[in-house]
Nanobody, 123 residues
Framework: QVKLVESGGALVQAGASLRLSCVVS????????LAWFRQAPGKEREFVAL???????LYADSVKGRFTISRDNAFNTMFLQMNSLKADDTAMYSCAAGGSGQNLAFPSSYDYWGQGTAVTVSS
């Protein structure tokens, strides 16, 4: 059984930093493309960042230069370092695994999902 568990969400002030973690079990982690998505209240789920199993990364324009995605294959864990947080970053952040296909920025490209961790940024 594949399981993804996120942690690290919190209520912070604008300008602060947070580090989200996603622990994955039940699948070959080191060979999987992983991603972070987020969904704000009343909005659709949107792509944040991905990291391919060989290491290349991709970011949404809205977070480029502020967020950094990384992975530790020894611990089956993916991270999202978020700096210079803005009120617009407020959302439920979910990790996804098992990405495949032409467009890895689409949620439908991923087989497995976590429950999410809430990030709230006050302005």
């Amino acid at each position: 059984q594949v399981k993804l568990v996120e942690s690290g969400g919190a209520l912070v002030q604008a300008g602060a930093s947070l580090r989200l973690s996603c622990v994955v079990s039940g699948m070959p982690f080191s060979r999987s493309t992983l991603a972070w998505f987020r969904q704000a209240p009343g909005k659709e789920r949107e792509f944040v960042a991905l990291i391919a199993w060989l290491g290349p990364t991709l970011y949404a324009d809205s977070v480029k230069g502020r967020f950094t995605i990384s992975r530790d294959n020894a611990f089956n864990t993916m991270f999202l370092q978020m700096n210079s947080l803005k009120a617009d970053d407020t959302a439920m952040y979910s990790c996804a695994a098992g990405g495949s296909g032409q467009n890895l920025a689409f949620p439908s490209s991923y087989d497995y999902w976590g429950q999410g961790t809430a990030v709230t940024v006050s302005s």
